[in-house]
């Protein structure tokens, strides 16, 4: 086997090697979204009630998750 042969090989296992974990990575990124996506429950913000008079250009929630006061 020549040292050019060699050497090829050696650079196409590093290629591959970024290959893997530039997917690692992604895949790693993409589960975190997915976990504080399902795990987070975001708090009541204010908005304008439904039916209340709102000042203009201040909009409410279609359907609100949060209880009314």
Not at 14 to 32: Q, S, Y
Not at 39 to 64: E, M, Y
Request: proline share 3%; with cysteine.
């Amino acid at each position: 086997m020549s040292a050019e042969a060699t050497t090829m090989r050696r650079d196409r296992r590093w290629i591959w090697l970024l290959v893997g974990a530039g997917l690692a990575l992604v895949i790693g990124a993409n589960w975190h979204l997915v976990y504080v996506a399902v795990t987070s429950q975001p708090d009541c913000v204010a908005h304008v009630r439904t039916g209340a008079d709102g000042a203009a250009g201040s909009f409410s929630a279609a359907k609100s998750s949060c209880t009314p006061r």
